[in-house]
């Protein structure tokens, strides 16, 4: 089979949609277009194509690699309380971002545009490094990245990469495996679409009469401490005001936390496993108040695997420098606290019918079938309730979902 049919047999299967194949071919021959979903897909003019083979080497769902399964994972966060509170979790990624740039290097990761288009970007600046803060929850676009950053390798120039594992699977396959390279791959469960999100904000705007022009996924709000809040700021009648919200009051964002709006290759993700593809891999540290009953990993900690000694000087950079405070644990005593450490994010029949509906509906009756509380009520009350109560309450549900 040709090597440019190899990409197309790949469509809507495996494709992951990192675009490095895009970068990899010498004579521009493959370009992307969005499919009846809104995910981004390869296409290759086949009249054009030399049959070099370069984005089959590239693709990282035809040559996955993976690092041993780290020994330890480290809890960690931020001493200074500004540093936690830009990030999404214990702000370490800002931490060792900031000591990359300090070493003269460069760091790229995921940041909205002025047109709210999530795209990868680079920083040379610690204060470049602000819009890279901070997760996003929908596909960035990478293309031009990897053919900038094997340059910059060549020119010894130390980089840092973060995002998701097929993100850094793919550069690290475009690059080889530099001694200069940092990756950073993140716990994910899963993109949404641009398509998508660009629907959410555009009903957004429709429903407050108002013109978005920043985001944020886990917005630190005072009195949030919440993983699924956010915020936005708005221009309404001259005026521009931030919004606070929770994760069912945007329709893009309650459908993530479903899991029904996933790109399909998501749902059989080969690095949802122990087995990493970074150097370092970031993600919450959910259940660290089981182990230590004074850490809240809603208010921010994170959880470390070095998956490779590059990834554990790196660590040890940040934490002997008293800027990061950290604990280890043994990877086996905590293995089953994120679930896809462990396996992809689970497909649900209802997947189907929101993109059908997409598909043949206008957006609002998608929101109202699929993208909306059926019992909204709940959430209000739950959250207007005093944080003491609440945790009381989370504390009975545990239980419950335990002993069933």
């Not at 990469?161 to 080889?176: D, H, S, V």
């Not at 059989?268 to 891999?281: N, Q």
């Not at 990834?311 to 896809?340: D, H, K, M, P």
């Not at 009756?365 to 989370?394: C, N, Q, T």
Request: charge should be positive; charged fraction near 25%; proline fraction near 4%.
């Amino acid at each position: 089979m040709a090597n440019s049919q190899n990409i197309s047999t790949l469509l809507h299967t495996d494709c992951c949609g990192c675009r490095a194949c895009g970068d990899a071919c010498p004579v521009s021959c493959i370009s992307f277009k969005e499919d009846n979903e809104g995910f981004i897909y390869p296409i290759v003019d086949e009249a054009s194509c030399i049959q070099c083979g370069k984005c089959v080497k590239i693709c990282p769902e035809f040559n996955p690699s993976f690092n041993k399964v780290a020994e330890e994972v480290t809890a960690a966060y931020a001493v200074a309380e500004a540093d936690r509170q830009a990030g999404s979790s214990g702000g370490i990624f800002g931490l060792v971002a900031r000591h990359i740039i300090n070493n003269g290097g460069k760091v790229w990761g995921a940041a909205f545009d002025s047109n709210l288009q999530l795209k990868h970007v680079c920083a040379t600046t610690v204060a470049e490094l602000k819009p890279l803060m901070r997760s996003k929850y929908l596909q960035s676009d990478t293309s031009g990245c990897f053919r900038q950053i094997a340059g910059d390798l060549k020119a010894g120039i130390l980089t840092l990469f973060c995002g998701t594992p097929c993100q850094c699977n793919a550069l690290r396959n475009y690059t080889g495996n530099c001694d200069n390279l940092f990756l950073i791959d993140l716990i994910c469960h899963g993109v949404p679409s641009q398509d998508l999100f660009d629907k959410s904000i555009k009903w957004l705007e429709e429903r407050e009469h108002c013109h978005v022009t920043k985001f944020a996924f886990r917005s630190k709000y005072k009195g949030a401490l919440h993983p699924q809040a956010f915020s936005y700021e708005c221009t309404k009648n001259g005026r521009t005001e931030t919004v606070n919200g929770l994760h069912y009051q945007f329709p893009f964002y309650f459908g993530f936390q479903k899991y029904i709006t996933l790109r399909p290759s998501c749902y059989t993700c080969k690095w949802a496993s122990s087995e990493r593809c970074g150097d370092i891999t970031l993600g919450d540290f959910w259940g660290i108040e089981r182990i230590d009953p004074t850490l809240d990993p809603k208010a921010g900690v994170s959880e470390i695997l070095a998956n490779t000694d590059k990834g554990r000087n790196l660590l040890n950079a940040i934490t002997e420098s008293g800027v990061a405070w950290t604990q280890r644990f043994q990877y086996r005593q905590l293995v089953g606290n994120n679930g896809c450490l462990q396996e992809p994010t689970k497909l649900k029949p209802e997947r189907v019918e929101l993109f059908e509906d997409l598909r043949t509906k206008s957006f609002d009756e998608v929101v109202r079938s699929h993208l909306v509380s059926k019992r909204r009520w709940i959430f209000d009350m739950y959250y207007a309730m005093p944080g003491v109560l609440r945790k009381m309450i989370r504390k009975v549900m545990d239980k419950r979902m335990k002993y069933e």
